[in-house]
Protein backbone atom coordinates (compact mmCIF):
# COMPACT_ATOMS: atom_id res chain seq x y z
CA UNK A 1 0.00 0.00 0.00
CA UNK A 2 1.32 3.39 -0.86
CA UNK A 3 2.01 5.52 2.27
CA UNK A 4 2.58 9.29 2.26
CA UNK A 5 5.68 9.39 4.91
CA UNK A 6 5.91 12.45 6.93
CA UNK A 7 8.67 13.00 9.31
CA UNK A 8 9.60 16.27 11.50
CA UNK A 9 11.07 17.71 14.25
CA UNK A 10 10.71 21.06 16.31
CA UNK A 11 11.15 22.30 19.48
CA UNK A 12 9.29 20.14 22.31
CA UNK A 13 6.00 21.57 23.31
CA UNK A 14 2.72 20.28 24.79
CA UNK A 15 0.06 19.67 21.86
CA UNK A 16 2.29 18.62 19.03
CA UNK A 17 0.93 15.15 18.29
CA UNK A 18 -2.47 16.43 19.09
CA UNK A 19 -2.06 19.34 16.51
CA UNK A 20 -0.42 17.09 14.17
CA UNK A 21 -3.00 13.90 14.16
CA UNK A 22 -5.69 16.19 14.17
CA UNK A 23 -4.48 18.27 11.23
CA UNK A 24 -4.32 14.55 9.67
CA UNK A 25 -7.88 13.40 10.90
CA UNK A 26 -9.80 16.48 9.90
CA UNK A 27 -8.58 15.14 6.60
CA UNK A 28 -9.45 11.87 6.69
CA UNK A 29 -5.76 10.77 7.00
CA UNK A 30 -5.35 6.97 7.87
CA UNK A 31 -2.30 6.36 9.83
CA UNK A 32 -0.57 3.04 9.47
CA UNK A 33 2.37 3.95 11.48
CA UNK A 34 3.54 6.71 13.99
CA UNK A 35 6.84 7.25 16.03
CA UNK A 36 7.83 9.99 18.42
CA UNK A 37 10.74 10.87 20.40
CA UNK A 38 11.02 13.34 22.91
CA UNK A 39 15.14 14.45 23.73
CA UNK A 40 15.50 16.02 27.01
CA UNK A 41 18.84 16.86 26.31
CA UNK A 42 18.16 19.07 23.31
CA UNK A 43 14.35 19.54 24.61
CA UNK A 44 13.55 18.98 20.84
CA UNK A 45 10.81 16.32 18.97
CA UNK A 46 10.69 14.20 16.64
CA UNK A 47 8.27 12.21 14.89
CA UNK A 48 7.58 10.28 11.48
CA UNK A 49 3.81 8.83 10.62
CA UNK A 50 2.87 6.96 7.78
CA UNK A 51 -0.69 8.23 6.10
CA UNK A 52 -2.51 6.14 3.94
CA UNK A 53 -1.50 7.85 0.70
CA UNK A 54 -5.51 7.82 -0.85
CA UNK A 55 -7.07 8.20 2.65
CA UNK A 56 -6.34 12.27 2.45
CA UNK A 57 -8.71 14.47 1.19
CA UNK A 58 -6.62 16.93 -0.71
CA UNK A 59 -3.66 16.13 -3.15
CA UNK A 60 0.01 15.97 -1.92
CA UNK A 61 0.71 19.56 -3.60
CA UNK A 62 -1.70 20.99 -1.59
CA UNK A 63 -0.01 20.18 1.58
CA UNK A 64 2.02 22.40 2.50
CA UNK A 65 -0.31 24.92 2.05
CA UNK A 66 -2.57 22.99 4.54
CA UNK A 67 0.33 22.04 6.54
CA UNK A 68 1.82 26.09 7.17
CA UNK A 69 -0.16 27.01 9.93
CA UNK A 70 0.50 24.02 12.05
CA UNK A 71 4.47 23.79 11.48
CA UNK A 72 4.20 27.56 11.84
CA UNK A 73 2.96 27.70 15.32
CA UNK A 74 5.11 25.04 16.27
CA UNK A 75 8.73 25.34 14.62
CA UNK A 76 8.54 22.36 12.57
CA UNK A 77 10.82 21.53 10.06
CA UNK A 78 8.98 18.56 7.96
CA UNK A 79 9.37 16.49 4.84
CA UNK A 80 6.89 14.52 2.59
CA UNK A 81 7.81 11.45 1.19
CA UNK A 82 5.59 9.18 -1.24
CA UNK A 83 6.34 5.67 -0.82
CA UNK A 84 5.15 4.68 -4.07
CA UNK A 85 8.36 6.97 -5.57
CA UNK A 86 11.52 4.43 -4.87
CA UNK A 87 14.98 6.25 -4.15
CA UNK A 88 17.40 6.55 -6.99
CA UNK A 89 20.67 4.92 -5.24
CA UNK A 90 24.25 6.12 -6.93
CA UNK A 91 26.73 3.60 -5.81
CA UNK A 92 30.77 4.20 -5.10
CA UNK A 93 32.84 1.79 -4.86
CA UNK A 94 36.67 0.93 -5.01
CA UNK A 95 37.85 -2.60 -5.34
CA UNK A 96 35.80 -4.67 -2.73
CA UNK A 97 33.12 -6.35 -4.01
CA UNK A 98 31.12 -7.83 -1.03
CA UNK A 99 29.25 -4.49 0.41
CA UNK A 100 28.23 -4.05 -3.90
CA UNK A 101 26.98 -7.16 -4.13
CA UNK A 102 24.68 -7.36 -1.18
CA UNK A 103 23.39 -3.84 -2.16
CA UNK A 104 22.68 -5.15 -6.12
CA UNK A 105 21.11 -8.33 -4.15
CA UNK A 106 18.62 -6.43 -1.71
CA UNK A 107 17.59 -3.61 -5.00
CA UNK A 108 17.04 -7.15 -7.25
CA UNK A 109 14.88 -8.53 -4.17
CA UNK A 110 12.87 -5.32 -3.39
CA UNK A 111 14.58 -5.31 0.08
CA UNK A 112 13.91 -1.60 0.35
CA UNK A 113 12.32 1.37 -1.92
CA UNK A 114 15.29 1.91 -3.76
CA UNK A 115 16.84 1.25 -7.39
CA UNK A 116 20.72 1.52 -8.28
CA UNK A 117 20.99 3.83 -10.68
CA UNK A 118 24.72 3.90 -11.38
CA UNK A 119 27.82 2.44 -9.92
CA UNK A 120 30.94 4.30 -10.19
CA UNK A 121 34.21 3.44 -9.13
CA UNK A 122 38.21 4.23 -9.07
CA UNK A 123 39.26 0.67 -10.20
CA UNK A 124 38.18 -1.60 -12.84
CA UNK A 125 37.17 -4.76 -11.42
CA UNK A 126 34.11 -4.47 -10.73
CA UNK A 127 32.66 -3.58 -14.46
CA UNK A 128 31.70 -7.05 -15.94
CA UNK A 129 29.56 -8.03 -12.16
CA UNK A 130 28.20 -4.25 -12.38
CA UNK A 131 27.05 -4.88 -16.29
CA UNK A 132 25.99 -8.34 -15.78
CA UNK A 133 23.31 -7.13 -13.40
CA UNK A 134 22.64 -4.82 -15.89
CA UNK A 135 23.73 -1.07 -13.93
CA UNK A 136 25.83 1.13 -16.09
CA UNK A 137 29.50 0.79 -14.59
CA UNK A 138 31.17 4.62 -14.58
CA UNK A 139 35.22 3.97 -13.91
CA UNK A 140 36.64 7.13 -13.08
CA UNK A 141 40.22 7.13 -12.15
CA UNK A 142 41.85 9.29 -9.91
CA UNK A 143 44.43 11.24 -11.21
CA UNK A 144 47.50 12.46 -9.04
CA UNK A 145 48.04 15.89 -10.55
CA UNK A 146 44.16 16.74 -10.79
CA UNK A 147 42.28 14.73 -8.35
CA UNK A 148 39.38 16.96 -8.09
CA UNK A 149 38.25 16.14 -11.90
CA UNK A 150 37.66 12.52 -9.84
CA UNK A 151 35.13 13.95 -7.69
CA UNK A 152 33.91 16.48 -9.79
CA UNK A 153 32.69 14.07 -12.68
CA UNK A 154 31.00 12.01 -9.13
CA UNK A 155 29.11 15.17 -8.77
CA UNK A 156 28.00 15.61 -12.37
CA UNK A 157 27.27 11.74 -12.60
CA UNK A 158 25.12 11.75 -9.15
CA UNK A 159 22.75 14.58 -10.54
CA UNK A 160 22.56 13.08 -14.06
CA UNK A 161 21.48 9.66 -13.00
CA UNK A 162 19.38 12.47 -10.86
CA UNK A 163 20.61 10.40 -7.52
CA UNK A 164 18.84 10.51 -4.61
CA UNK A 165 21.53 9.21 -2.52
CA UNK A 166 24.75 8.33 -2.42
CA UNK A 167 26.50 5.43 -0.87
CA UNK A 168 30.10 4.62 -0.52
CA UNK A 169 30.11 1.30 -0.65
CA UNK A 170 34.12 0.63 0.77
CA UNK A 171 34.76 3.63 -1.64
CA UNK A 172 38.43 3.90 -0.27
CA UNK A 173 38.93 7.96 -1.37
CA UNK A 174 38.34 11.32 1.20
CA UNK A 175 35.21 13.04 -0.60
CA UNK A 176 36.07 17.03 -0.31
CA UNK A 177 34.21 19.42 1.18
CA UNK A 178 32.55 20.59 -1.69
CA UNK A 179 30.46 17.55 -2.44
CA UNK A 180 29.93 16.76 1.60
CA UNK A 181 28.31 20.35 2.03
CA UNK A 182 26.50 20.03 -1.40
CA UNK A 183 24.92 16.41 -1.33
CA UNK A 184 24.77 17.02 2.86
CA UNK A 185 22.36 14.30 4.64
CA UNK A 186 22.40 12.06 1.64
CA UNK A 187 25.87 10.02 1.33
CA UNK A 188 25.95 6.97 3.58
CA UNK A 189 29.24 5.84 4.25
CA UNK A 190 30.07 1.99 5.33
CA UNK A 191 33.23 2.67 7.83
CA UNK A 192 34.57 -0.64 8.67
CA UNK A 193 35.37 0.04 12.35
CA UNK A 194 32.62 -0.04 15.77
CA UNK A 195 33.17 3.94 15.02
CA UNK A 196 34.19 6.18 17.32
CA UNK A 197 37.19 3.71 17.57
CA UNK A 198 39.57 3.23 14.38
CA UNK A 199 38.44 6.12 12.38
CA UNK A 200 40.15 6.35 9.09
CA UNK A 201 42.49 4.06 7.09
CA UNK A 202 43.48 0.46 7.98
CA UNK A 203 41.02 0.05 11.06
CA UNK A 204 41.44 -3.82 11.39
CA UNK A 205 45.09 -3.38 11.53
CA UNK A 206 44.66 -0.75 14.12
CA UNK A 207 41.99 -3.27 15.74
CA UNK A 208 45.00 -5.64 16.11
CA UNK A 209 47.63 -3.26 17.44
CA UNK A 210 45.25 -2.68 20.23
CA UNK A 211 44.22 -5.90 20.89
CA UNK A 212 40.49 -5.51 20.99
CA UNK A 213 37.99 -8.47 21.47
CA UNK A 214 35.01 -7.00 19.08
CA UNK A 215 35.45 -5.63 15.70
CA UNK A 216 32.41 -4.02 14.02
CA UNK A 217 31.05 -1.48 11.43
CA UNK A 218 29.22 1.51 11.08
CA UNK A 219 27.41 2.76 8.75
CA UNK A 220 27.42 6.63 9.03
CA UNK A 221 26.35 9.82 6.97
CA UNK A 222 29.52 11.37 4.78
CA UNK A 223 30.88 14.88 6.52
CA UNK A 224 34.11 17.18 5.64
CA UNK A 225 35.57 15.34 8.78
CA UNK A 226 36.67 11.74 7.92
CA UNK A 227 34.12 9.47 9.60
CA UNK A 228 32.22 11.65 11.90
CA UNK A 229 29.40 12.00 10.09
CA UNK A 230 26.03 11.30 12.21
CA UNK A 231 25.60 7.42 13.16
CA UNK A 232 22.82 5.29 11.22
CA UNK A 233 23.71 1.75 12.49
CA UNK A 234 26.48 -0.34 13.87
CA UNK A 235 27.30 -4.24 14.80
CA UNK A 236 29.50 -6.04 16.49
CA UNK A 237 31.40 -9.74 16.07
CA UNK A 238 33.82 -11.37 18.60
CA UNK A 239 36.73 -11.73 17.54
CA UNK A 240 39.72 -13.09 19.56
CA UNK A 241 43.63 -13.31 20.25
CA UNK A 242 43.88 -15.90 17.20
CA UNK A 243 42.75 -13.49 14.51
CA UNK A 244 45.18 -12.03 12.31
CA UNK A 245 44.05 -8.44 10.25
CA UNK A 246 43.02 -10.50 7.12
CA UNK A 247 40.99 -13.12 9.63
CA UNK A 248 39.62 -9.75 10.86
CA UNK A 249 38.88 -7.95 7.71
CA UNK A 250 37.38 -11.66 6.26
CA UNK A 251 34.98 -11.46 9.36
CA UNK A 252 34.23 -8.34 9.03
CA UNK A 253 32.77 -8.13 5.27
CA UNK A 254 29.82 -10.07 7.19
CA UNK A 255 29.11 -7.02 9.34
CA UNK A 256 29.93 -4.46 7.59
CA UNK A 257 27.42 -5.07 4.06
CA UNK A 258 24.57 -6.07 6.69
CA UNK A 259 24.90 -2.85 8.79
CA UNK A 260 24.97 -0.94 5.38
CA UNK A 261 21.96 -2.76 3.82
CA UNK A 262 20.14 -1.87 7.08
CA UNK A 263 20.99 1.65 7.56
CA UNK A 264 20.40 2.57 3.48
CA UNK A 265 17.17 0.73 4.21
CA UNK A 266 16.34 2.96 7.04
CA UNK A 267 17.44 5.67 4.95
CA UNK A 268 15.41 5.24 2.23
CA UNK A 269 12.34 4.17 4.81
CA UNK A 270 12.71 7.83 5.39
CA UNK A 271 13.52 6.60 9.05
CA UNK A 272 16.50 8.62 10.12
CA UNK A 273 16.10 12.20 11.17
CA UNK A 274 19.56 14.03 12.53
CA UNK A 275 20.18 16.40 15.00
CA UNK A 276 23.47 17.98 16.74
CA UNK A 277 25.25 15.06 14.74
CA UNK A 278 22.98 12.35 16.29
CA UNK A 279 20.09 10.58 14.31
CA UNK A 280 17.02 9.17 15.71
CA UNK A 281 16.27 6.05 14.16
CA UNK A 282 12.52 5.43 13.69
CA UNK A 283 12.60 1.15 13.29
N1 LIG B 1 34.75 13.37 3.38
C1 LIG B 1 34.66 12.08 3.70
N2 LIG B 1 35.06 11.14 2.82
C2 LIG B 1 34.97 9.83 3.14
C3 LIG B 1 34.50 9.44 4.41
C4 LIG B 1 34.07 10.46 5.32
O1 LIG B 1 33.59 10.17 6.45
N3 LIG B 1 34.18 11.76 4.93
N4 LIG B 1 34.52 8.10 4.76
C5 LIG B 1 35.50 7.33 4.01
C6 LIG B 1 35.56 5.90 4.30
N5 LIG B 1 36.88 5.44 4.73
C7 LIG B 1 36.76 4.35 5.50
O2 LIG B 1 35.63 3.88 5.73
C8 LIG B 1 38.15 5.89 4.32
C9 LIG B 1 38.46 5.94 2.97
C10 LIG B 1 39.71 6.39 2.56
C11 LIG B 1 40.69 6.75 3.46
C12 LIG B 1 42.00 7.19 2.96
O3 LIG B 1 42.92 7.47 3.70
N6 LIG B 1 42.11 7.30 1.60
C13 LIG B 1 43.33 7.82 0.92
C14 LIG B 1 43.69 7.04 -0.34
C15 LIG B 1 43.45 5.55 -0.19
C16 LIG B 1 43.73 4.87 -1.55
O4 LIG B 1 42.88 5.01 -2.46
O5 LIG B 1 44.81 4.30 -1.70
C17 LIG B 1 43.02 9.23 0.43
O6 LIG B 1 41.83 9.49 0.07
O7 LIG B 1 43.99 10.01 0.34
C18 LIG B 1 40.39 6.69 4.82
C19 LIG B 1 39.13 6.26 5.26
C20 LIG B 1 35.22 7.50 2.52
N7 LIG B 1 35.37 8.88 2.24
Same mark, same amino acid.
Given at each position: ?????? /????????????????? =?A??????? $? %??????????????????????????????? #??????? #??????????? /?????? &?????? +???????????????????????????????? +?????????????????????????????????????????????M???? $???? /??????? =????????????????? +???? =??? &????????H??T %???? %????? $??????I????????????? +??? $??????????????????????? /?? &???
Amino acid at each position: MRHLVL /TMSCPDACGIISAVSGF =LADHGGWID $E %ASYHSDPSTQWFFMRQAIRADSLDFPQDAFS #DLFSPIA #DRFGIKWRIWD /TGQKKR &VVVLAS +REDHCVNELIHRASTGDGPFEIVSILSNHENL +RSFVEWNRIPFHYLPVDSQSPQDHFSEIARLFLEYKGDVMVLARYMRILP $ESIC /TRFSGRI =LNIHHSFLPSFAGASPY +RQAF =LRG &VKLIGATCHYVT %AELD %AGPII $EQDVIRIDHGDSPEEMARLG +RDI $EKLVLARGLRYHVEDRVLVHDNR /TI &VFH
